[in-house]
């Protein structure tokens, strides 16, 4: 008989539990969806902070943006591969190798700026962060990639480089809103 009564509290005890956890995740999403809210690409911007492991004990602003800043410079190593990619595979194409090279150089200098804006931020300083994002995405071979990829659009792969320069530019514009936040 004493065991029924240990067996109830600590069902009760497990649901109470249960209960609480799921309230938490509740406020964690109704935070980051708050966050995101007011970026150009809410969606994206709740994908790529619930894609982040940090994402599910992310409670401050800061948290927010620096997921962002990850999401970006992972973005740009994402880039960088693609672009190695996509000249191994059209190496016969002089001049299409080397826009993927300048490609490859301009997001590869943009991952080592965001990692520059991503100390800012852990700093505190909010405007020389949001400065090296902006940084990241007006690099010369940056802004130079996609009018350079134009002439190769329908060789095959070249189309999907031109949507992941676009989320690239949508993933700044998420980094950008979120630390503006921060700034006032």
Same mark, same amino acid.
């Given at each position: 008989?004493?065991?029924?009564?240990?067996?109830?509290?600590?069902?009760?005890?497990?649901?109470?539990?249960?209960?609480?956890?799921?309230?938490? #995740?509740?406020?964690?999403?109704?935070?980051?969806?708050?966050?995101?809210?007011?970026?150009?690409?809410?969606?994206?911007? #709740?994908?790529?902070?619930?894609?982040?492991?940090?994402?599910?004990?992310?409670?401050k602003?800061?948290?927010?943006?620096?997921?962002?800043?990850?999401?970006?410079?992972?973005?740009?190593?994402?880039? #960088?591969?693609?672009?190695?990619?996509?000249?191994?595979?059209?190496?016969?194409?002089?001049?299409? #190798?080397?826009?993927?090279?300048?490609?490859?150089?301009?997001?590869?200098?943009?991952?080592k700026?965001?990692s520059?804006a991503?100390?800012?931020?852990?700093?505190?300083?909010?405007?020389?962060?949001n400065?090296?994002?902006?940084?990241?995405?007006?690099?010369?071979?940056?802004?130079?990639?996609?009018?350079?990829?134009?002439?190769?659009?329908?060789?095959?792969?070249?189309?999907d480089a031109?949507?992941?320069?676009?989320v690239?530019?949508?993933?700044?514009?998420i980094?950008?809103a979120i630390?503006?936040?921060?700034?006032?």
């Open positions: 008989m004493a065991i029924a009564p240990s067996l109830h509290h600590f069902l009760l005890l497990f649901i109470l539990l249960l209960q609480t956890h799921h309230s938490l #995740v509740e406020a964690d999403d109704r935070f980051i969806e708050q966050m995101c809210r007011d970026t150009e690409v809410p969606t994206l911007c #709740v994908q790529c902070v619930k894609s982040d492991p940090a994402g599910e004990k992310a409670d602003s800061t948290d927010i943006a620096a997921i962002a800043i990850k999401c970006l410079s992972n973005h740009a190593e994402a880039l #960088v591969k693609n672009m190695s990619s996509l000249a191994s595979t059209y190496s016969s194409d002089k001049k299409l #190798v080397a826009a993927c090279e300048n490609c490859s150089k301009g997001y590869s200098q943009a991952k700026t965001l520059k991503d100390g800012k931020l852990k700093g505190g300083d909010y405007d020389n962060a400065h090296f994002v902006i940084l990241a995405l007006s690099d010369e071979f940056v802004q130079r990639c996609e009018p350079s990829l134009e002439p190769y659009s329908e060789k095959q792969g070249v189309y031109f949507y992941q320069i676009r690239y530019e949508e993933l700044t514009g980094a950008l630390i503006d936040r921060l700034a006032t």
